[in-house]
């Protein structure tokens, strides 16, 4: 027997061996470049956010500024300023500055989230209403004589 014949059997397993680790290592790396493009690609990024995240920016008279995949679960959206909070005269002791009643095509069993962005503080109460209806009660506190144009934004949370 020659020492060659000897150490061909072990050689052929450890280099297949070598070579499974290897195809590994370069499955390993092709995934994470896969992900790594799916991942910082905006179309990408902007579609899961949409899904994930939907929400929309509006005025104080209704009017939508930005949709960001909310509008879909929106029949209507009605926004009245008051001096008397209809649903409840009083939102824990304020009179409320405005009264936002949003109509969804979808029921929502948690209140979806609405911001008020503006300049002064704010206090807004959710109220459910029948079906498929949420009602906001906003009181806004401010030292100007007069609040400038602001915006709300409706988060629906999935």
Do not use: C
Not at 21 to 26: A, E, K, M, Q, S
């Amino acid at each position: 027997m020659k020492l060659i014949d000897i150490f061909k059997v072990p050689i052929s397993f450890v280099l297949a061996v070598f070579a499974i680790i290897g195809g590994l290592i370069v499955f390993d790396d092709y995934i994470d470049n896969q992900i790594d493009r799916k991942i910082n690609n905006l179309e990408y990024i902007e579609k899961i956010s949409l899904n994930i995240r939907p929400f929309l920016l509006f005025d104080h008279s209704g009017k939508i500024k930005y949709d960001h995949g909310a509008v879909q679960y929106i029949d209507s959206l009605i926004v009245k300023k008051t001096g008397i909070n209809k649903l409840n005269e009083h939102v824990d002791g304020f009179e409320p500055d405005f009264n936002v009643s949003v109509y969804f095509n979808t029921l929502f069993t948690t209140a979806p989230l609405l911001e008020y962005i503006g300049s002064s503080g704010s206090y807004i109460k959710p109220i459910q209403g029948e079906n498929k209806i949420w009602h906001y009660s906003i009181v806004i506190f401010t030292i100007l004589p007069e609040e400038p144009d602001f915006l709300l934004r409706l988060e629906i949370l999935k």
